[in-house]
Antibody, heavy 116, light 106 residues
Framework: EVQLVESGGGLIQPGGSLRLSCAVS????????MSWVRQAPGSGLEWVSI???????YYIDSVKGRFTISRDNSRNTVYLQMNSLRAGDTAVYYC??????????WGQGAVVTVSS | DIRMTQSPSTLSASVGDRVTITCRAS??????LAWYQQKPGKAPKVLIS???NLESGVPSRFSGSGSGTDFTLTISSLQRDDFATYYC?????????FGQGTKLEI
């Protein structure tokens, strides 16, 4: 059975850092395209970052230089390191597998709230 | 980056209606366009890929069309279970992107 389980969310002050984890079972993160997609309260979906099986990474402009996506193949886990957090980063962050461009598996979401 | 624009943002309809949602890309995405349905508190579910390819298990009342920059999602006869928010998503470039969503309400 495929499962993606996020952890690491919480309340953080502006300027702070958080690391989200996505523990995967049922497939290998090293062979798949893994992404983080976020959804701000009452808003739509925003594709934040993608990590290709090749190791290439891409980010939306608003998080470039602040967020880093990575994976630990031995733990079969994907991470999103978020630094210099802003109020606008407040959202539910979903870990997702995107095979052939479409997301076929999603995590349950991790809530990140940036507020003083 | 490719910007995806959906219209309308909100659509009021009734059970049995035929509805169409449009999605426009800021540059060509060829056929690399998917449609998702999202219900409150849930993760999205893919309905259509490659602009017109119905995903397994998705009812045939859903259909997609288009290529290049202009796409549509049509629901031929609305069922109560279809009231949700719909998103288009392009996967033509390295970093994918969603439209802002269309909320389909009664």
């Amino acid at each position: 059975e495929v499962q993606l389980v996020e952890s690491g969310g919480g309340l953080i002050q502006p300027g702070g850092s958080l690391r989200l984890s996505c523990a995967v079972s049922g497939f290998s993160v090293s062979n798949n395209y893994m992404s983080w997609v976020r959804q701000a309260p009452g808003s739509g979906l925003e594709w934040v970052s993608i990590l290709y099986s090749s190791g290439s990474t891409y980010y939306i402009d608003s998080v470039k230089g602040r967020f880093t996506i990575s994976r630990d193949n031995s733990r079969n886990t994907v991470y999103l390191q978020m630094n210099s957090l802003r109020a606008g980063d407040t959202a539910v962050y979903y870990c997702a597998r995107s095979m052939n461009g479409i997301v076929d598996y999603w995590g349950q979401g991790a809530v990140v709230t940036v507020s003083s | 980056d490719i910007r995806m624009t959906q219209s309308p943002s909100t659509l009021s309809a009734s059970v049995g209606d035929r509805v169409t949602i449009t999605c426009r890309a800021s540059q060509s995405v060829s056929i690399w366009l998917a449609w998702y349905q999202q219900k409150p508190g849930k993760a999205p579910k893919v309905l259509i890929s490659k602009a017109s390819n119905l995903e397994s298990g998705v009812p045939s009342r859903f259909s997609g069309s288009g290529s290049g920059t202009d796409f549509t999602l049509t629901i031929s006869s609305l069922q109560r279970d279809d009231f949700a928010t719909y998103y288009c998503q392009q996967y033509h470039t390295h970093l994918y992107s969603f439209g802002q969503g269309t909320k389909l309400e009664i």
